[in-house]
């Protein structure tokens, strides 16, 4: 039976579409409206203006440019006369003997900044020789800074001239700094200095072919010990770069979030079945249960990291705490619902064959949820790889605590890369075996032993 349309019921379906058009697109400009005005409510809250006239592009990749580079001083105080060459940011780095690029008499002291750069250092006076440019002289006249540009030439703009102090920047190379208790010359090398072996090595002037030579020589360095125990231990107690440290580090943070982890996956599978309905014996448990783990989770890491620091100190055990405490209401939750959501037909099917309480559990729950509770536990344990790295930093040890401290020296951002690095490697180590092990237990599959 077919319907008959008329004019009338064709005019009211356009009304009708019409009207939802009108809705939705009434809809669609009060959503961008209420956005617009949030993001505009935002932008001077927060004062983006002031944030974006006070950016700092140049000191953003000054620090890149540390991150992956070394710089050598080249340093004459004015008090004792004396020209010391040395690595920044590292104790024992001084050159007891000039390198290539500096060349030393008894009244001149040459530095040569590459691209045809050069600095004279002379007794009060520095010459700088610029390409395209001239020569700049710079003098300490009467506890004065008196600069002299070549004749013509206006001041760069990498170049800050004043009575108190002179600072020539051309590139992020290269430096020259005149002051009146000091000249320091600055040339950047790109590589972490020193890296493998310290400055004071015999090693550190050795290729990585006369290393490899010197491990499988039977003729010793150290008559003490082999030759593959002298690097070894050479590079473990590079007392720049720290490698053991490192390494304790690093296992700490990784004992504090795999323990951590552990300790929650243990502590909430039990509390779960309480949280969940068809499992709890009673409606009290299960509301006191629930809110435990509202109350866990609703707390952040770094605040219990926060509370434990008071009751413990420092140490990993405050980390290890503060992970457990949080993920116990994180991964009861998550248990509970994974219980609530089970399939009833195999526990009916297990009870049917008279089997005990222990036993319907056994082999009736455990195989339905066991593989949700492992791949949910190896997806936290590799965000609390992450969180073991911030809460250190609070104070907990590991490999937070020695990343802090190298961003607070503002020096050392080659170091600080360093950690970065190896922090991102642990975490993807963790992620890839983690995946491997997921993807066995989703597709079934058993190792043969």
Do not use: C
């Not at 691209?115 to 395209?132: A, G, R, S």
């Not at 506890?143 to 030439?153: A, F, H, M, V, Y």
């Not at 503060?322 to 297990?350: H, R, W, Y």
């Amino acid at each position: 039976m077919s319907v008959a349309t008329t004019p009338d019921s064709i005019a009211h379906g356009h009304q009708i579409v019409l009207a939802n058009v009108r809705r939705r697109t009434v809809i669609t400009f009060v959503v961008m409206a209420g956005l617009f005005a949030y993001l505009s409510y935002t932008w001077f809250a927060f004062d983006m203006t002031g944030l974006v006239q006070s950016a700092k592009p140049e000191r953003a990749a000054l620090l890149a440019k540390d991150a992956v580079a070394h710089k050598v001083h080249v340093t004459k105080s004015m008090r004792t006369k004396d020209v010391v060459i040395a690595v920044e940011g590292e104790r024992t780095a001084t050159y007891q003997e000039p390198p290539a690029w500096v060349a030393q008499n008894d009244q001149t002291t040459t530095v040569s900044l590459g691209d045809n750069y050069t600095v004279h250092i002379f007794d009060k006076e520095v010459e700088m020789i610029v390409p395209d440019y001239g020569t700049i002289r710079v003098a300490i006249v009467n506890n004065r800074i008196e600069t002299t540009l070549p004749e013509g030439k206006e001041t760069p703009e990498w170049l800050r001239a004043t009575p108190a102090k002179f600072d020539a920047r051309p590139d992020l190379n290269k430096r020259v700094q005149v002051s009146r208790a000091k000249i320091e010359v600055h040339r950047y090398f790109t590589g972490w200095e020193n890296f493998f072996f310290p400055f004071s090595s015999p090693l550190a002037s050795y290729s990585a072919f006369e290393i490899a030579s010197l491990i499988v020589s039977d003729e010793r360095l150290d008559p003490i010990k082999p030759n593959w125990k002298l690097v070894f231990d050479t590079f473990w107690s590079n007392p720049d770069w720290q490698h053991g440290n490192v390494f304790i580090a690093l296992l700490e943070t990784l004992l504090m979030a795999v323990l951590g982890t552990f300790v929650a996956a243990f502590v909430g599978l039990p509390m779960a079945f309480l949280a969940a309905k068809n499992f709890t014996p009673s409606n009290v448990i299960l509301f006191f249960v629930r809110r435990l783990f509202d109350l866990l989770r609703g707390i952040d890491m770094l605040v219990w990291s926060l509370i434990f620091i008071r009751a413990f100190g420092l140490g990993p055990l405050t980390g290890t705490l503060a992970i457990a405490f949080t993920e116990i209401g994180e991964l009861g939750k998550l248990f509970s619902e994974a219980l609530e959501n089970i399939d009833k037909k195999q526990v009916d099917g297990v009870r049917s064959t008279g089997a005990s309480k222990t036993q319907v559990y056994r082999f009736g729950v455990m195989p339905q949820i066991l593989p949700i509770f492992i791949s949910q536990g190896l997806y936290y344990l590799e965000s609390n790889i992450r969180s073991a790295t911030v809460i250190g930093a609070l104070g907990a040890g590991g490999i937070g605590l020695m990343l802090v401290e190298t961003i607070r020296t503002s020096r050392d951002w080659e170091n600080t890369l360093y950690l970065i690095i190896l922090t991102l490697l642990l975490v993807i180590a963790i992620d890839k075996i983690s995946s491997a092990l997921r993807r066995r237990l989703i597709r079934g599959k058993v190792v043969q032993t």
